[in-house]
């Protein structure tokens, strides 16, 4: 039987680079048929998007460019993809588990009537087909879901699959703006988000350090920023920190945030209530600093120590810089 | 104008949450039932609008166990003038696609300008069933917005996209979903508590709304369930000004720094 196409939904950022998640969903392609990409990119960016996919795994690419910056929510990309559904008759889809890909994935799915597997950390192929696992309750549980019959459409987790594909040298197909088949909402304005550092993104990050309401004020949440570029890191918040206007929404780890799956998760002044360990207890090595004895972080803490944030983090920078040299 | 908002009963994630390892499916005697966060904010939305402006209907729909009725009378007394109650022993273990087809079906038959749900519950997080009910209702949807304005016409509001923030704006009819950057839902005082014990509470079973859970489409289901096994405290150890050194030996020698 000849490999089975496996649909994968890139998004393009303003600046022609592909999302972080990208290597991630194409190595969960390449797990179970043909990686094929579908990219929606601005005017004269398409090509090098759809080489960058190539690296990252993509046999064969469905390429949409746009003259303009997109007027319509959604239905851009979820045209570009029913477009490649129907040219390559696909066994499995796979979108980030982000905003613009769960939209995509839900109308896809309504539109060929097909299964869908949210929030998938994993997939793999049994006798039958393709199947997705997820992590339920915070990962207190682990459960695995297939289609009774039909494509499956999955939203990856981001920085969930570690497994990366084969750089491939893909065929490029290009294919024309098609008109939306739904109603869609229009875009009014873009405000592109003004970085000033260079951290890695929390969801993909090897380390995470993050901060919590303990850091006391946007000063404070500083601690963390050090810390996480001593490291290397990428930053993240709970919630409190967030309320309290330390850091951004985009930053906040847990249930109704991110959820992270590091190598190493710091938390700084964070006490580690269950809706923000759900976002991040399946990372492999946790360490807690917190003044609290008491605080529950230390029940799931490889490390924990019991002092001031303040005075324990400079010093530890201190020595890993010592380290380095 | 007619909003539906979409109301959702979950397990409290504050206490212990299970499920059946048998079935997979939630394990509804472990844990408390609440009103989902989300949804509470979503109801906000929908109840400050209707104080501000004329002629504003709320229906409030929920698909669930006979225990989610409970719920929707809690909900009720924030404001509302209704409550829709889906309940069949059908949707036992339904999957996104059949939840989506029975939601929509049921706001057709409520009727609607305006659909306003949560962007994600805290059990499932799925996240996809506002955008499903949308293109089943061949409407355009404005999901996962951190603000919302509402008019007699359109709806706007900003939502987080690829490298930046996105402004956007659906024509009426639409669906919409909010996340928890939206005002914190109010308490319901006494006389909301009062008012909702008189407010119709309407019950439909699939036939109702012509809708066949076992039609011949691919469905989702469940393969196997495990527990994962819990995580345990490794080394602790208190400051005594050393700490930070030891904390950066113990990163070094896991090779993690
Ligand atoms: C439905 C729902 C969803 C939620 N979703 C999320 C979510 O996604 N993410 C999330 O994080 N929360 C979430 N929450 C909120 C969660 O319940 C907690 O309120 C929140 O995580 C607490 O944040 P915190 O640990 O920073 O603050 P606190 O609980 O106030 O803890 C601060 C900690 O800092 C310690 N501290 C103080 N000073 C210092 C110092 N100098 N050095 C070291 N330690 C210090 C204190 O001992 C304390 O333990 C959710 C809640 C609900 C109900």
């Known amino acids: 039987m000849a490999e089975q196409n496996v649909l994968v939904f890139l998004p393009v950022l303003p600046s022609g680079e592909l999302v972080g998640s990208a290597a991630g969903l194409l190595g969960a392609a390449a797990q179970l048929g043909t990686p094929v990409g579908v990219l929606v990119a601005g005017a004269g960016q398409g090509q090098a998007a759809a080489q960058a996919a190539g690296e990252l795994g993509a046999a064969k690419v469905y390429l949409t460019e746009n003259d303009d910056a997109p007027t319509t929510l959604t239905a851009p990309a979820l045209e570009a993809v029913a477009a490649a559904w129907e040219a390559t008759d696909p066994e499995a889809v796979l979108v980030p588990n982000d905003i613009d890909g769960r939209d995509i994935a839900a109308r896809l799915a309504v539109r060929t009537s097909s299964a869908v597997a949210a929030d998938a950390v994993g997939v793999h192929r049994d006798a039958e087909g393709v199947v997705a696992e997820h992590s339920v309750y915070g990962s207190a549980f682990t459960t695995e879901s297939a289609p009774t019959h039909g494509a499956l459409i999955i939203t990856l987790r981001e920085g969930a699959v570690e497994a990366r594909a084969e750089a491939a040298q893909p065929e490029v197909i290009t294919l024309d703006a098609a008109q939306p088949k739904s109603a869609a909402a229009v875009i009014t304005g873009f405000a592109e988000n003004v970085e000033a550092s260079s951290r890695p993104d929390l969801r993909s990050a090897k380390i995470v350090v993050s901060g919590g309401r303990g850091l006391g004020s946007k000063e404070g949440f500083g601690l963390a920023e050090q810390l996480a570029d001593a490291l290397g890191a990428g930053l993240g918040a709970s919630r409190a920190a967030v309320d309290a206007g330390y850091a951004p929404y985009s930053l906040q780890v847990g249930q109704t945030g991110v959820s992270v799956a590091p190598d190493l998760y710091i938390a700084l002044g964070i006490s580690g209530a269950v809706q923000h360990q759900a976002g991040m207890q399946t990372a492999k090595t946790i360490v807690a600093i917190n003044k609290d004895p008491e605080a529950p972080i230390f029940d799931i803490a490889d490390f924990g120590i019991v002092g001031d944030a303040f005075e324990v983090v400079p010093q530890l920078i201190e020595t890993i810089k010592a380290k380095a040299q | ?257």
Not at chain 2, 60 to 68: H, N, Q, R
Not at chain 2, 154 to 176: F, K
């Open chain 2, 1 to 257: 104008m007619k909003i539906v908002v979409l109301v959702k009963e979950v397990p409290d994630s504050y206490g212990e949450r299970k499920l059946n390892l048998t079935t997979g499916l939630a394990d509804r005697e472990a844990s408390e039932k609440v009103l989902d966060e989300i949804t509470g904010r979503a109801v906000e939305a929908a109840v400050s609008y209707a104080e501000s402006a004329d002629e504003v209907e709320i229906a409030l729909l929920s698909m669930g166990p006979e225990s989610a009725e409970s719920t929707l009378r809690k909900t009720l007394a924030m404001g509302g003038d209704s409550a829709h109650h889906v309940v069949d022993e059908a949707l036992l273990g339904a999957d996104l696609t059949l939840t989506a087809q029975v939601l929509a079906a049921a706001v057709q038959k409520i009727g609607f300008d305006l659909v306003i749900a949560g962007d994600a519950s805290s059990d499932g997080a799925g996240g996809l069933l506002p955008a499903m009910v949308a293109e089943q209702l061949g409407v355009a949807h404005a999901t996962s917005l951190d603000s919302l304005q509402i008019s007699a016409e359109a709806v706007t509001g900003e939502r987080a996209g690829y490298g930046g923030t996105v402004s956007v704006q659906a024509q009426l009819p639409a669906v919409v979903s909010v996340t928890e950057r939206l005002p914190d839902p109010r308490f319901p005082g006494f006389k909301g508590i009062m008012q909702a014990k008189k407010k119709p509470l309407e019950t439909y079973s699939l036939a109702d709304l012509g809708v066949d859970a076992s039609a011949d489409v691919p469905r989702s289901i469940m393969l196997s369930v495990s527990q994962t096994p819990a995580r345990t405290a490794g080394e602790k150890i208190t400051d005594e000004g050393d700490a930070g050194k030891r904390l950066a030996e113990y990163l070094i020698e896991k090779k993690v720094v």
